[in-house]
T-cell receptor, first 111, second 115 residues
Framework: GEDVEQSLFLSVREGDSSVINCTYTDSSSTYLYWYKQEPGAGLQLLTYIFSNMDMKQDQRLTVLLNKKDKHLSLRIADTQTGDSAIYFCAERAGNNRKLIWGLGTSLAVNP | DAGVIQSPRHEVTEMGQEVTLRCKPISGHDYLFWYRQTMMRGLELLIYFNNNVPIDDSGMPEDRFSAKMPNASFSTLKIQPSEPRDSAVYFC?????????????FGQGTRLTVV
């Protein structure tokens, strides 16, 4: 079945770049998403990429998609303490509204 | 718009009691999703609606769980009877119909504790 995998924890120093990785299994994925969850809050969409793109940049965020390897990454440049949160990778296949979610990567930013 | 509104934010109940979680989606959104989040299983889709009609309830754990959407601005998730293993954060999300990325907007969640 469909599956999305992420590493569970990442720790970086303030000012460094963070790279959060995700792998997925469904080759028919159309959209891939990165959501952010801060403590005690719901999930918020950070960015997304359409499956015919390799890269998308949005200010400090860079998303890379390797469709051949089914690998997605999120790079956060100049990571700040406010970036500490759980980051979820999710995929959507076709016009299906159902998203398949990873377990989330908990990012800790140390001063 | 105030976003997706869920109530209550926290619920503590005794095993065997009925629990009702409520959700008001964003006005104009056609899709409504109920998720459950636990440390062990992550984020699980329980059920989703399109235009108030349940489309996929394959994620509903068992018959103790039921969800309704009587109109476009209100949905409930009911657990009867509740069990300690139902303790989790329950999220409601909504999105608009249409092509494109169709971002899902999440509520703040209801933290349910069954003792």
């Amino acid at each position: 079945g469909e599956d999305v995998e992420q590493s569970l924890f990442l720790s970086v120093r303030e000012g460094d770049s963070s790279v959060i990785n995700c792998t997925y299994t469904d080759s028919s994925s159309t959209y891939l998403y990165w959501y952010k969850q801060e403590p005690g809050a719901g999930l918020q969409l950070l960015t997304y990429i359409f499956s015919n793109m390799d890269m998308k940049q949005d200010q400090r965020l860079t998303v890379l998609l390797n469709k051949k390897d089914k690998h997605l990454s999120l790079r956060i440049a100049d990571t700040q303490t406010g970036d500490s949160a759980i980051y979820f990778c999710a995929e959507r296949a076709g016009n299906n509204r159902k998203l398949i979610w990873g377990l989330g990567t908990s990012l800790a930013v140390n001063p | 718009d105030a976003g997706v509104i869920q109530s209550p934010r926290h619920e503590v109940t005794e095993m065997g009691q009925e629990v009702t979680l409520r959700c008001k989606p964003i006005s104009g959104h056609d899709y409504l999703f109920w998720y459950r989040q636990t440390m062990m299983r992550g984020l699980e889709l329980l059920i989703y609606f399109n235009n108030n009609v349940p489309i996929d309830d394959s994620g509903m754990p068992e018959d103790r769980f039921s969800a309704k959407m009587p109109n476009a601005s209100f949905s409930t998730l009911k657990i009867q009877p509740s069990e300690p293993r139902d303790s989790a954060v329950y999220f409601c999300a909504s999105s608009k119909q249409g092509f494109g990325s169709t971002e899902a907007f999440f509520g703040q969640g209801t933290r349910l504790t069954v003792v």
